[in-house]
């Protein structure tokens, strides 16, 4: 899909919802918050024609920029950044730089409420959960006349996955894991409206299980009214369709631990026998060659990423791409700053991943006296044009592998297949068989380890040590952060705290 490179030039963005949300509160003075439209188009008129409708759904999924406020792909979001947390939270990566600005402190798992991370994330996903909410309220109030029924429902639907996927992405850092009291604990604040003026901001936090209840139904009624598929192939990558809402589903359902779920949703997308495909919608299956999935970025793997291109405002920005923090600097042969580096006792030394792996391609090396491995899976230079993935086929086949495991606690035939189908895409001279695993346990703990392979770059690993409610390991000189200690989640930004007198810290 060509996204419009100058998204929302006619926006109905209020400054109110930039003082209420943003992480540079203290520039805004709750008595002079005004509802007037900050720009030439009028609330009533922002949604007149087809085109100024067309035109606010597609930044819905939009870079932030100077015409476009929030989005999908900012960079402090799925643009960037939080792919980032979601790996160097975890054991895979070692801090290089110090540099707070680009999560040094989130490595180290000791961020604060007015951290960088803490405040630019909480920013760029409630930016974009309103500018979502903005837009439902619009196509409700007139909009989805002015498109006619069918593409009324389909923009509704877009807009209510990228909100549910955005409430989801949020509870992994500033809410307790679902499965420490089945969702009791405090979610946030479950903003279902948009806010275009002062007195808007006071809210509870809503429990973690009312958070996801609402990301639930926001997909499943995505799913209902999306396309089954597109006609370009890159709008099947880059635009919800309906196996994108069910494929994070199967991510939503894991996370809390409700695994026949998983299988039900996974079912609907994965075929029951080897070679696994998607049987209705779009034809998603494992790309051959895996190194193609981050060359080639509209394959039917992917299943949603985030595209980028060297038109200005149409790529990550200043040191949010995921080829700045990863890749070494030009002078050690890579594109990036050399954020971040592979740790050597990370999964990069797990002995099963066995150095004929197409895989091991992705780790790049330098220095002779003292050498260090980096990550290269993301390669284009500056402007940073890589394409950001946010969920990929291969990750469906892990869901229901892992799920089939837990829900018959055996060591089931089909789980072991699709382990099989994720490692032999890339290690052909690997096979798994039912004997491989002497208890379920082990099973599982190799779809696991899998997954730190498969993903590894990818923002999963968070996740993942979130769910299972385990303890983030110790790297470097970054101690472990065990379930019970302070910091296992995030503080909620500053912001939030200073402008919603009923938000409480955690």
Not at 184 to 199: C, V
Not at 327 to 333: D, E, F, L, V
Not at 447 to 465: M, V
Request: charge should be positive; proline fraction near 4%.
């Amino acid at each position: 899909m060509r996204f419009i490179k100058d998204f929302m030039k006619k926006k109905i963005i209020y400054s109110a919802a930039l003082c209420l949300i943003s992480w540079g509160f203290s520039a805004c003075n709750r008595d002079l918050l005004s509802p007037i439209p900050q720009t030439s188009v009028s609330d009533a008129s922002a949604f007149s024609t087809v085109s100024r409708v067309q035109t606010q759904l597609l930044s819905l999924y939009g870079s932030a920029n100077a015409t476009n406020i929030g989005g999908l792909k900012d960079g402090n979001l799925y643009g960037g950044r939080y792919v980032v947390y979601g790996d160097i939270r975890g054991e895979d990566f070692i801090n290089e730089t110090g540099n707070l600005i680009t999560g040094s402190d989130v490595w180290a798992e000791n961020p604060t409420n007015s951290a960088t991370a803490v405040a630019t994330l909480w920013n760029a996903g409630y930016l974009t959960i309103n500018k979502c909410n903005i837009f439902l309220d619009g196509m409700a109030a007139g909009g989805a006349t002015v498109v006619g029924a069918d593409l009324g429902k389909q923009y509704v639907a877009e807009a209510k996955l990228i909100r549910g996927l955005v409430y989801y992405s949020l509870l992994q850092y500033y809410a307790r894991p679902y499965a420490d009291g089945s969702g009791s604990k405090p979610g946030l604040p479950l903003r279902l409206s948009g806010i275009k003026g002062a007195g808007q901001s006071d809210l509870v936090r809503s429990s973690v299980a009312d958070v996801y209840a609402q990301v639930l139904k926001d997909l499943n009624e995505a799913e209902t009214d999306l396309p089954s598929k597109y006609t370009a192939a890159s709008d099947n990558v880059t635009r919800a369709h309906k196996n994108t809402a069910i494929a994070l589903k199967t991510r939503v359902y894991l996370s809390m631990q409700n695994y026949a779920s998983v299988v039900t949703e996974a079912n609907k997308m994965v075929s029951a026998t080897a070679p696994f495909s998607s049987p209705a919608n779009v034809a998603n299956a494992l790309q051959p060659d895996i190194t193609a999935v981050f060359t080639t970025y509209t394959t039917p793997e992917s299943i949603f990423s985030m595209p980028m291109t060297g038109t200005a405002g149409d790529n990550p920005g200043t040191q949010n791409q995921l080829a700045y923090y990863y890749s070494p600097t030009p002078a050690n042969g890579g594109v990036g700053n050399g954020e971040f580096s592979l740790n050597p006792n990370g999964i990069i030394a797990n002995t099963g991943w066995k150095s004929t792996d197409k895989r091991r391609s992705f780790i790049k090396q330098s220095g002779t006296t003292t050498v260090k491995n980096w990550l290269n899976k993301y390669k284009t230079a500056s402007p940073y044009t890589d394409y950001v993935p946010v969920i990929r086929y291969a990750e469906v086949l892990l869901n229901l592998a892992e799920a089939k495991v837990r829900t018959s606690n055996t060591v089931d035939a089909q789980a072991v297949a699709l382990l099989n189908a994720v490692r032999n895409r890339s290690d052909a001279a690997t096979t798994f068989t039912a004997a491989s695993f002497a208890a379920p346990t082990d099973l599982i703990n190799a779809i696991l380890t899998e997954r730190r392979i498969e993903f590894l770059g990818e923002g999963l690993r968070n996740n993942d040590l979130m769910r299972l409610l385990q303890t983030i390991p110790a790297k470097g000189t970054a101690q472990a952060k065990a379930p019970t200690d302070n910091g296992y989640i995030w503080p909620i930004s500053a912001s939030e705290l200073a402008l919603n007198k009923l938000a409480t810290d955690n």
